[in-house]
C-alpha cells in the first residue's frame, strides 16, 4: 500500500474501534465517542471496552478481535502500559491504521517510556502504520469525523493542517484552521513528508498549514515539500527555535529542531511561507483561501483617513511591496472628486473628497474605488474605512461583490474600525471573496506573501 | 495663562460654540451638535449659523459676538476660506480656545491654504490658542464631551492620547484609546509638548498614548516628554518612517518626519514606549492601564498545550524576557501533581497533570498556578488554555482575583482559545486586573514592555 491509500484510513476512515471511552460522560466532555456521535460521523464505530455491553446507546466489544466486520481505524487512548498489547490486538485484526492519542512515550523523561515505544514499534512493523502517539489525530470536517478528546470546531475549508500541538486544532473566534488535520504528535511512524504527500493529492485541501517543533527526516520533508510547494501553497509555522525552547519540544513530542538559521534558508528554497506566530498562521491560511494571487507588488491604498495612509506606507516598505503610482487616467479620474487644493497620490485619502463633494459620500469612495481597480499599475487594493452604519456594510458588500467578479485578479482587503467594525467584516467575508484584517499591517504583510509565492511560482 | 489653564478650556469646556453645524441632522450623522445632546454633555452650548433660530431644538446666534455669557471654546467646522473671519469674531468676543476641524491649510497643496493658516496665525497671535486645523479636536469621556463630526465611543480609561488621526479617536471592537484626547491636527499653534504638559497633571488620565507623524520642535517634545515618562507610560506609534511615507504626512498633517533612526533612538532616551503598530499600541495602552509592572524579567509559562509552551519560549527570547528558573520548593509542589515520567519544567505543560490525576482537573491548575505565584524566582504569569464550558470561565475570574490580590505586583496574562474565548476573555478583564491576548506572542512582548519600563524607572 502506497502512503496516500495508507493515510486515507486516517483522514477518511469508514469504520473506527475505540479504546478508552468513560462509560459515561465525562467532565469537561472529553469523550470521543460522544463528539462523534453529536458531529453526526456516519461510519461505524465500535467502541471496545473490558466490561461494558454499550456506551451512550452504542454496542461495545470486550476485545476487538470480536469483532466480525473489516474495521479502517482504532483510536487508542489508554494508559501507556496498555497500549502495546492493545496494539498488537488491532494488528492481529487486521486493522492498518492506529491513533494512539496517549502521552508519555518518546516525550517521557523515563527509560519507561522509550522501552513502550520500542515495543509498539516492533508489534507493527510492516503491517500497520501508526499516528502519534501523544496526539488529538485526525479531523476531517468533510465527513464529520476526528478522534480528538477535545470537541473541535470543524468547518469546511479548503485547509489541510499538519501539527504537532492540539491547541491548532481546537480553533477559537480567530483560528480556524482544520478544515482537515493530521496531528503527528511524536510522530513515531507518520511524519511529515507523509502528510504532505497525502494533502497533495487530497482536492478538498487547496491550502496547507503546517506546524512543526522538529522533525527527524528533514532531508526527505524538504524534497516533498519543494514539490507539492509548486501546487499548493504550504504556511508553515516553525516553533522551538532558542536552545531552550528546542529542549522543551525535546520533551513536549521528542522532535530534535536544528538550527532555526537553516530551517529559514530551506524553507524560503522550497518556497514554503514561513510564519511567526498563530494570528500571521491564522491570517495566511485564510488568505490563500479566500484571494487570488497577486500579478506584482504595487498596492494602492484607498483610505478615510490619512493617518493611517502614511502608515500603510510604512508596512508596505517593511513587508516588501511597493506604493503604486497611478496612471494619469487614474489621477485624472480622482481629481474629478477632489477639491482642487488636495493633492491626489497613493495612498488616496478620500475623507475630504468625501465630505467635501456635493455627491453622496459613497458615490464619491466608490468611485475611487472603481478608479484604483481599472488602473493596470495597480496589483491589489487594500481599504480602509471606519463604518458606523449597517447601510454601508451593505453597500461595501455591493462593491466587494462587483469588483471581484470584475477584476478576479487582483485582491481587495480591508481594514476596518468603527462601531459596525466586527458586522462589517462578517458581510464583506461572507462573500467569500475579500478579506478583513485587524489592522493595515497585517493586511499589507498577508499581501507581501502572495506577492512573495506568486512571484516564486513565476507568475511575475 | 500657563499651558495647562489654556487646555483646561479645550479639554473640560463648562461652554462651547459650534460654528457648520448642519441644519438638519445629516447622512452619517456628522452633526457635532447632535453628538453633544446624545453623549449628554452638560455645559452650555451655543451654535452659531447666519439664518437658523434654533437647530435640533437648541437656540442659534447670528454671530459669537451675540452671545451675552462667557465661551470656553470654539469648534469652527466651516469651508476653508471662511475660517479667518469667524475666528476674528472668536477673538473678539474674547474666546480664548478655538478647534479648527476644517482641512485645508498646511495640509493643502496650494498657496490659499498657507495663505489662510498666516491669516489665521495673525488674528490670534497672543490672545487665542488654535488646536488644529484639520483635526477632530477634543474628546473627555468623563464630561461626555467631544468636538468630533464623526460620533465617537468614548469610555472612561485613564488613558490620555495625544494623535494626529482622528481613526485613533473612532475606535473600534479592538481599540478603545479615548478617556481624554487631544488630536492636534497640523499642529499649527497647540503641539505635542503643549499636551503632554496637560496630560503630565491629569490625574484622570495614567496612561498617555501618543500618534506622530513627525512635529517642529523636537527638542521641547523630548525635554517635556523626558519629564512625563518618569510619572506616567507613554506609549507611542511614529508613523511616516520612509521618504514616500514622510512625503504623504505632509501632506496630510504638514509634518515634517525626520530620520527614523533618531527617532528611535530619542523616544528610547525618554523613556518611551514605542510601538509599530495599531495593535501594539492598542495592546500596550491597556496593559499600562491594568498590569502591574514587572520587578524583573523572569516569566512562567502554565499551559494547556506543550506547543504554545515552546512556542512562548521563542517569543521571550524575541522580546527580551527570561523563561523563569522554578525554585525547588516549587518543583517540588509541581511535582506532587504530575506523573512521574513528565518532567516538570517552566513552560509548565499542566494537560497531562490534569488529564491523569485522580484530582478534578481545575484543581490541579489551580494548585500550579499558585505554586508558580507564591515563586520568588517569577515576576510575572501567561496562561494558555481552552475554554469550552461556561464554568471554566467563572472559575477562572476566580483566580484572577484572588492571585492578582495576593501578589499585586505580579502581572497575570493570559492567551485563551476554544469555543468560549470571547466570554473567557470578558470575565477575566472584567475584574479590572488581567489582560487576555489574541497570542501569546503579544502576551510576551505586552509584558517585556512592562519590564523595560519598570527598568527604566529603576524598579529593579
Redesign the interface.
Known sequence: MDVVTQLRKFVVPESVALFGIPRYPR????NILQHLLSYGYQGRIYPIHPEADEILGVKTYRRVTEVAEHIDLAVINLPRSTVPWVTRDCVEKGISAVIITT??FA????M??HQLQKEIDDIVRGKTRVLGPNTFGTANAFIKFSSSF??L?MERVPVGLI??????Y??????RLVGKGIDLGNASDIDFADALEYFEQDSDVRVIAL?T?GMRNTRRFLDIAGRVAQKKPIVA?K????R??AQ??Q???GSFGGRDEIWEVALKQCDIIRV????ELSDMVKTFSVLPLMKGRKLAVLS????????S???S?KFGLE?AELSPATVERLKELY?????V?N?V?IW?AM?LSRQ??LRVFRAALEALFSDPAVDAVLC?C?I??SAVCDRFRQYAERLTRDYPDKPLVWY????L??EARNELEDTGKTQVF?????AIRALAHLADYSQSLGEF
Open positions: 467532565e469537561g466532555g472529553f502521552q508519555g516525550d517521557a523523561n523515563d519507561e517510556g477535545a470537541e470546531n501539527c504537532q500541538s492540539g491547541v491548532l481546537v480553533g477559537s473566534p480567530e483560528l506546524h517543533e509555522l516553533t522551538g527555535r532558542s531552550i525552547a522543551a519540544a520533551s513536549h513530542t511567526n506566530d498563530i494570528e478615510f483617513t490619512g493617518g493611517f495612509g502614511v502608515a506606507i510604512d508596512a516598505e506604493t477639491p482642487p487644493w488636495l493633492a497620490a495612498p485619502d475630504p465630505i453622496p459620500l480602509i471606519g458606523s452604519e476596518i474600525y468603527g462601531p467594525a466586527n485587524s489592522s493595515p499591517d497585517r
